[in-house]
């Protein structure tokens, strides 16, 4: 089974750091561009930052960028978005998510989903 | 940045209703266009990607059209288990975006 599986949430100060992980199984995680997904309690999805298949080319929301990285580990089939000096706007659900490829084919579309990991920054 | 708006941002509507919601870009772009379906605690499920394309498992009853600016998701006769938010995202560039979100509830 294609699963995706998040930890390392909590709460944390503002200004805090925090790692989240994402631990894939059931597909060759290495092949995929694999992104991060937030979205704040009661609003709507944002995007936060996507990785290539080979981690040589991440992308970010101006919101994160210079705070938030993202890296992998494709000999442990898991993503991880490393958090620094956050703020309150910070709070929110992450996702991890598996970009979507038919055939040889791949879009920007998110087909799995892990099922998020609440970060709560406050104080 | 490409920016999305989707419309109407709730509905209210009853079972066996034909719904329509709209999603503008900001920009043009083609039909790298895609729609979930996001239910309370549960992570987005992906409906229609490039615009128009069913994806494996969603019910016939979904549809999408639209290219450059505008998109349409429809949903030809709703179902109970259809009550949920919905959100539009472009493909097409860097940084992605996901539209506002229409709420479609009971009436």
């Known amino acids: 089974e294609v699963q995706l599986l998040e930890s390392g949430g909590g709460l944390v100060q503002p200004g805090g750091s925090l790692r989240l992980s994402c631990a894939a199984s059931?597909?060759?995680?290495?092949?995929?561009?694999m992104t991060w997904v937030r979205q704040a309690p009661g609003k709507g999805l944002e995007w936060v930052s996507s990785?290539?298949?080979?981690?040589?080319?991440?992308y970010y929301a101006d919101s994160v960028k210079g705070r938030f990285t993202i890296s992998r580990d494709n000999s442990k089939n898991t993503l991880f978005l490393q958090m620094h000096s956050l703020r309150g706007e910070d709070t929110a659900v992450y996702y991890c998510?598996?970009?979507?490829?038919?055939?040889?084919?791949?879009?920007?579309?998110?087909?799995?989903w892990g099922q998020g990991t609440m970060v709560t920054v406050s104080s | 940045d490409i920016q999305l708006t989707q419309s109407p941002s709730f509905l209210s509507t009853s079972v066996g209703d034909r719904v329509t919601i709209t999603c503008r870009a900001s920009?043009?772009?083609?039909?790298?266009l895609a729609w979930y379906q996001q239910k309370p605690g549960k992570a987005p499920k992906l409906l229609i990607y490039?615009?128009?394309i069913l994806q494996s498992g969603v019910p016939s009853r979904f549809s999408g059209s639209g290219s450059g600016t505008e998109f349409t998701l429809t949903i030809s006769s709703l179902q109970p288990e259809d009550f949920a938010t919905y959100y539009c995202?472009?493909?097409?560039?860097?940084?992605?975006?996901f539209g506002g979100g229409t709420k479609v509830e009971i009436k």
């Open positions: 059931g597909f060759s995680f290495p092949a995929y561009t």
């Open positions: 920009q043009g772009i083609s039909t790298y």
């Open positions: 995202q472009q493909l097409n560039s860097y940084p992605l975006t």
């Open positions: 490039l615009a128009s």
């Open positions: 990785i290539s298949n080979s981690g040589g080319t991440t």
């Open positions: 998510a598996k970009r979507y490829c038919s055939g040889d084919t791949c879009y920007n579309a998110f087909h799995i």
